[in-house]
């Protein structure tokens, strides 16, 4: 039987991946992928169609094992410790979650006690988790919206709801699997800044933060990692690895870089040589 991890809340990086493989079906899908993320630092995890993001996603979630190598999640490693008591400190942004009852925003919140989609029958929140989860809805913009069904809310509301139920378990690292995909310019830059805010109002929280889009890159980013073919092409402070002739080689293609109060643009460009950071 697995025991149930005592956390280190300390000096111990968050999460810990060392030269990680992932086979899928006899074919690689990482090869020898090393990541470690700490306390305040939020990372960017940018790559084509197909490149590995959400696989590696999965495995910093504690939902999947590697094949190969070893994730460490706040010292404890993925295998040797009950998964599912770990993954009450990784709180995981899915736009795809799958809920189907017609749940007030309130509701959908608390799920993150439960890491569940549905409501747990019988279960009764407590006072403080009730207050906690109607801070959480005001955190993220949604005061107005707390007794709204979740059928009703526009995407960009609902993906503001599902950072809110992440965040329920107050866990040490939150992971966003393209969470302004789909979204309207409205919709994204909302949920920018409350991402933006987070890591103001949660400074205990490491995130990471997987997108196609620099656009989409919150300004308080500190770090990125490029995947290219299931590799890491660079890993590092964002300054050295969102560069013009990195990002070019990520995608397989020539591209400017542009940044302007924090946030980043790219435009095709002639030539990688043609960068400009600001
Ligand atoms: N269970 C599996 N069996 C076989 N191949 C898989 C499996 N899961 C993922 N793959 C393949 O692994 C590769 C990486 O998939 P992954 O979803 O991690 O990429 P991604 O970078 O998140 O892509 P996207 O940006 O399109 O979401 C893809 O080619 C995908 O088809």
């Known amino acids: ?14 999460l810990c991946a060392r030269e990680v493989d992932v086979v899928r079906d006899g074919r690689p899908i990482l090869s020898e992928v090393s990541l470690t993320v700490r306390t305040g630092e939020h990372w960017a995890l940018l790559g084509a169609n197909g490149a590995g993001k959400s696989t590696l996603l999965g495995l910093l979630g504690a939902l999947t094992h590697p094949t190969r ?4 999640v706040l010292g404890h490693r993925l295998g040797r410790v009950d998964m599912r008591s770990l993954r009450a400190y990784v709180g995981h942004v899915d736009p795809r979650h799958g809920l ?20 747990v029958p019988r279960r009764r929140p407590t006072p403080d988790q009730l207050a906690t ?3 959480l809805v005001g955190l993220l913009g949604l005061g107005h919206r707390r007794d709204a069904l979740w059928p ?8 503001r709801v599902l950072i809110a139920r992440a965040l329920m378990p107050k866990p040490r690292l939150l992971l966003l699997d393209e969470p302004a995909t789909g979204l309207d310019v409205a919709g994204r830059e909302q949920l920018i800044e409350r991402i933006d805010t ?8 490491a995130s990471v933060l997987v997108t196609h889009h ?5 300004p308080g980013t500190t770090h990125a990692m490029l995947l290219r ?7 590092g402070p964002v300054e050295e690895i969102l560069t013009g002739d990195l990002v070019s080689r990520c995608f397989d293609h020539p591209v400017r870089l542009f940044r302007d109060e924090g946030r980043w643009s790219v435009r095709t460009g002639r030539t990688a040589a043609a960068l400009r950071t600001g």
């Open 152 to 159: 009703t809310l526009s995407q960009g509301e609902r993906g």
């Open 69 to 72: 190598g070893t994730v460490d």
């Open 229 to 235: 073919d299931g590799r890491c092409l660079a890993a």
């Open 133 to 135: 989860a109607d801070h």
């Open 100 to 119: 189907r009852s017609p749940l007030k925003v309130r509701d959908v919140v608390l799920t993150g006690l439960t890491n569940s989609i549905e409501k």
């Open 1 to 14: 039987m697995s025991a149930e991890p005592t956390v280190d809340t300390g000096t111990l990086p968050v």
């Open 214 to 218: 620099l656009e989409e890159l919150p």
């Open 198 to 205: 987070l890591q103001q109002t949660h400074p205990e929280l």
